[in-house]
């Protein structure tokens, strides 16, 4: 069997609005992107479930009009990197919303390494998935 692919071939880059729709269609793209790439798909797609969820719930509260967030992916030999990326109010700005606040210890479990860059002009979380050999 062949080397695992790391051509531009093997990425994703998809904006979508914040809205409760968003997630199913975001798991549908990265389930289809993955689906090759020998890894985790099941992991991948829960991960993304919950980091987009987030965006969705807490990223532009109280707007007539939601904001968007960018998907990322990209495959390397050894890794699948996945990123969620917002332009909202980032984590711990302006007003408290309600949430268990279980979605990124979810994340952080399913991920080989999770990062997070947080500031009041947005998120973007960064995971990484390791890829196995065939």
Known sequence: MGPLPADPSFSLRESMPAIAGSVKVARHAVRRFAADLEVDVDAIVLAVSEAVSNVVMHAYPARANPGEFELRGR?????????????????????????????????????????????????ALTMHFRRRAR
């Open 75 to 123: 495959a390397s030999p050894s890794e699948v990197t996945l990123e969620i990326v917002d332009s909202g109010r980032g984590l711990g700005h302006g007003a408290s919303s309600a949430g268990a606040g279980l979605g990124l210890g979810i994340i952080e479990r399913l991920a080989e390494a999770v990062e997070l860059d947080d500031s009041p002009g947005g998120v």
